[in-house]
């Protein structure tokens, strides 16, 4: 066992605060990791201020993170993946059972036993529970640990650990590509690398949001149309002519205005997470034989397929780097949705 430095939440009220926390020495399967850039995740706030009780509850010390880049330094005897010097990633998760229907259909992201980057049971015990990424350094089995494309930004490319592969992931289940018309619902974190994603599988890319001053970044973005989502006109002239919606608003909002704009058999996919339940009108799913589902992440094959692909594309989040005495002012920041789009700890500033 060794200690790095790391930034933490004490309790639910505390600011973030540097700290020293243990890592566990490489085992047989393990690489080690120098972290040299974190994105910071709307999630990481909720979990350092514990505002997904009723979901799960946060332990404390918390360290948040899980858009990991960084360079391996050490690896396992039994590693085959990886080698030191090699620029990986590391996203939501650190481990899975490995043996679960799920696991066999390489979907870890839904396995029941599934080992989240922070916040989960350490089941090495190194401590009471996982550590992420606001930190100088980690430790990760080499299942989940992800091979960065040389030609990306690792800035930028951070987010796409969690921010790409949960765009990603349902759009390509939906089969997005030319000749369909996609709709973004909401232009920030997640919003965003949906309209670059969309944009680069060749769909027909509009994108929802209240707000006017955002319509020349989302056409910058790879968007072909904007509509301002309270003007009802504009909302009319596109009812029933999208193949798939994907609803990237963590806020209360009224997605029955959404799904009204499906195709038949259109679907809308929900990757936003508001903390109040929302209404849904069964006449907006039945008429139509529309579908409503939501989407977390993917498994590990598909999050290197989407890293794979963003390399082609060369697709990387818009970042705003900053250095980690300045977190506690991104997480105010993030609130008041005053970034565009996403925030990257340059972890050099945690020397």
């Known amino acids: 066992m060794y200690q790095t430095k790391a930034y933490s939440a004490a309790s639910a009220t505390s600011p973030l605060a540097s700290t020293s926390i243990p890592r566990r020495e490489p085992t047989e399967r393990d690489v080690q990791i120098e972290i040299l850039f974190c994105g910071i995740c709307h999630s990481d706030l909720h979990t350092a201020r514990n505002e997904w009780s009723s979901v799960m509850q946060t332990t404390y010390p918390c360290v948040p993170g899980h858009e990991i880049v960084g360079r391996v330094v050490k690896v396992g005897s039994g590693v085959t993946r990886h080698k030191a010097g090699d620029i990986v990633g590391v996203g939501c998760l650190v481990g899975s059972d490995q043996n679960c229907p799920c696991c066999q259909e390489n979907l870890e992201n839904l396995c029941p036993n599934g080992v989240f980057t922070y916040n989960s049971p350490d089941k090495h015990g190194t401590a009471p529970v996982t550590y992420g990424g606001y930190s100088s350094s980690i430790v990760v089995d080499e299942h989940f640990v992800l091979r960065i494309p040389a030609n990306l930004d ?198």
């Open 154 to 351: 690792l800035a930028g490319a951070a987010p796409l650990l969690c921010a790409g592969i949960t765009t990603y992931s349902p759009m390509k289940r939906a089969n997005v590509g030319p000749g369909q018309k996609v709709g973004i619902v909401g232009l920030g974190g997640l919003g965003h690398m949906g309209v670059k994603l969309a944009s680069a599988f060749g769909a027909h890319v509009v994108v929802f949001t209240t707000s006017p001053n955002k319509r020349e970044d989302a056409l910058r973005l790879g968007a072909h149309d904007v509509v301002i989502s309270h003007n009802a006109d504009e909302m009319q002239k596109h009812a029933g002519s999208f193949d798939f919606i994907l609803d990237c608003v963590s806020a209360e909002h009224d997605i029955n205005t959404y799904l009204q704009l499906l195709k038949h058999d259109g679907n809308m996919t929900l990757v936003g997470a508001p903390e109040k339940p929302l209404s849904v009108s069964a006449f907006s799913l039945i008429f139509g034989r529309r579908s409503l589902s939501g989407s977390l992440i993917g498994g590990i094959a598909e999050t290197q397929e989407m890293l794979d692909f963003c390399g082609q594309h060369n697709i990387t989040s818009d970042v705003e780097i900053i250095p980690i005495q300045k977190l506690n002012e991104a997480y105010e920041r993030m609130i008041k949705s005053d970034v565009k789009y996403r925030f990257s700890i340059d972890m050099s500033s945690l020397k």
